[in-house]
């Protein structure tokens, strides 16, 4: 390992790595934000825990008259403990970090960030899973990630068309305001998200019990002990769960039930894949482990459409164990359709899951996933979000938020000149770091130029800004 990535004692006293600050800096970062949104989105958390016959039994009851109903964010007492334990474990990690030498300290530090991960973002999540269950399914939880997306497999389940049925009668209808409750009338989100999680639910209702984060979190838990892989360096992989499992917007992302975790865990099982494919063909093997990369990216793509814009990167991955190809009609085609053969099990799937929704109403599939987001309509979308549509609104050029504006030719002259650059990129380093960064920036090129930016896809994002660069620099080393 290269001096410039381990620790280099100075007169014998060792001084903390990169990784213990990057914690850091996520862990302070992450308590501090959720305390905010809990405090900001559950005014009635801290009586709710007090009440709830189980959170309200965890400690014993001078524990909870001691701490009282009045406290510091997140306020109620079993968040509190939760917060008291995450801040335990850092110091504990920078503990070892010092005192304890490599490789025996990697192995320490590996066990102290899973259970950081219990107590910032699993535990949270369960403690507002509970929460729900007592006091309501339109309480404690996002809108669309959980309590649309179980209402949709209940259609689903029922023989209804998710895309054509509307969402008044559901507990969609007691979240949010009022005015901007478009999303009513819509299912913005492919049939993989509903699909797969069907299954969960019918076992969760013979059960009595049923959350949609519930696969969330198995998904993020498979996802995040796999993704090491996509690095090499013991920090290199460190840094890498923590900025997919504790990255701030991405984990409060997962805490409240939104659904970019759903889509960013079938991509990264996809690289995973693609990873063990580029390890095994030296070997002439790695068929099998191509066909799952595929697999996985079709379903990511049958997920949300934020999948899509990796395709192009991601096909370029498909063939970079070819050279660059010259640039001629003949040899740029014929490099298409390997891509196109190698890709066939994605677009396959990805057919699938989409045709039986496209020959039961096509009409319906395209106003819920597209027309709804273009605003188009008399209930689409808001403009909406912290991209460049704030300066259409603040200079007047609509009258409201509802109103139509041709955000198409903005993010045509942005992301398009972005896309065709960041190809050219790729095909001379046809490499994951630059697949993964390219396409985390165009992503954030076309939202910010498009109807809206919602903050949680800058947790996605982040998610692909981080493995583009600790990629590079693991290659590097």
């Given at each position: 390992m290269p001096a410039s990535s381990r620790q280099a004692p100075v007169g014998g006293v060792r001084s903390p790595g990169w990784d213990a600050l990057l914690l850091a800096v996520l862990v302070f970062a992450l308590i501090q934000i959720t305390g905010l949104a809990e405090q900001a989105a559950l005014p009635n958390r801290v009586q709710d825990v007090f009440n709830h016959p189980i959170l309200g039994h965890l400690l014993s009851p001078a524990g909870m008259a001691a701490m009282g109903d009045v406290g510091p964010r997140p306020g109620d007492p079993v968040g509190l403990v939760l917060v008291a334990l995450t801040l335990g474990l850092l110091l504990l990690y920078f503990l070892v970090d010092l005192g304890v030498r490599e490789p025996e300290s990697i192995r320490w530090k590996g066990v102290i960030l899973a259970a950081i991960l219990v107590t910032a973002v699993l535990l949270p999540t369960v403690k507002l899973i509970l929460l729900?269950?007592?006091?309501?399914?339109?309480?404690?939880?996002?809108?669309?990630?959980?309590?649309?997306?179980?209402?949709?497999?209940?259609?689903?389940?029922?023989?209804?068309n998710p895309y054509v049925e509307d969402y008044v009668a559901t507990p969609m209808a007691d979240w949010g305001f009022?005015?901007?409750?478009?999303?009513?009338?819509?299912?913005?989100?492919?049939?993989?998200?509903?699909?797969?999680?069907?299954?969960?639910?019918?076992?969760?209702?013979?059960?009595?019990?049923?959350?949609?984060?519930?696969?969330?979190?198995?998904?993020?838990?498979?996802?995040l002990a796999l993704a090491p892989r996509l690095v090499s360096g013991a920090r290199h992989k460190l840094a890498l769960v923590m900025l997919l499992g504790l990255n701030p917007l991405m984990a409060l992302d997962v805490i409240f039930g939104q659904n970019d975790v759903f889509v960013l865990c079938w991509i990264l099982f996809s690289l995973v894949s693609w990873r063990r494919w580029v390890e095994q063909r030296e070997q002439g093997s790695g068929r099998t482990a191509l066909l799952l990369s595929a697999v996985f990216f079709g379903l990511a793509c049958a997920s949300k459409p934020t999948a899509w814009f990796f395709a192009p990167f991601y096909g370029l991955l498909l063939v970079n164990d070819l050279p660059m190809?010259?640039?001629?009609?003949?040899?740029?085609?014929?490099?298409?359709?390997?891509?196109?053969?190698?890709?066939?099990?994605?677009?396959?799937?990805?057919?699938?899951?989409?045709?039986?929704?496209?020959?039961?109403?096509?009409?319906?599939?395209?106003?819920?996933?597209?027309?709804?987001?273009?605003g188009q309509g008399e209930t689409g979308y808001q403009i909406w979000g912290w991209g460049g549509s704030n300066f259409v609104l603040a200079l007047g050029l609509v009258p409201d938020r509802f109103a139509p504006w041709p955000f198409w030719l903005t993010e045509l002259?942005?992301?398009?000149?972005?896309?065709?650059?960041?190809?050219?990129?790729?095909?001379?380093?046809?490499?994951?770091?630059?697949?993964?960064?390219?396409?985390?920036?165009?992503?954030?090129?076309?939202?910010?130029?498009?109807?809206?930016?919602?903050?949680?896809?800058?947790?996605?994002?982040?998610?692909?800004?981080?493995?583009g660069i600790l990629a590079a620099q693991s290659d590097a080393e």
């Open positions: 729900r269950a007592e006091y309501g399914p339109s309480s404690y939880t996002h809108d669309g990630g959980v309590i649309q997306t179980e209402a949709t497999i209940q259609y689903l389940l029922a023989g209804k009022s005015r901007f409750r478009t999303a009513l009338y819509h299912y913005p989100y492919l049939p993989w998200t509903f699909v797969f999680s069907a299954p969960f639910f019918a076992v969760g209702q013979t059960l009595g019990f049923y959350d949609q984060r519930l696969v969330y979190l198995l998904l993020l838990i498979v996802a190809p010259e640039l001629r009609i003949g040899a740029l085609w014929r490099r298409l359709l390997t891509i196109l053969r190698r890709a066939a099990p994605a677009l396959a799937v990805f057919a699938l899951l989409l045709l039986p929704y496209l020959v039961w109403d096509a009409a319906a599939l395209y106003d819920d996933v597209w027309r709804w987001s273009a002259l942005v992301a398009l000149p972005l896309l065709l650059w960041f190809l050219w990129r790729q095909l001379r380093a046809n490499t994951l770091a630059n697949a993964a960064w390219h396409y985390g920036l165009l992503l954030l090129a076309f939202f910010y130029t498009s109807r809206f930016l919602n903050e949680n896809y800058l947790g996605f994002i982040l998610a692909f800004l981080a493995i």
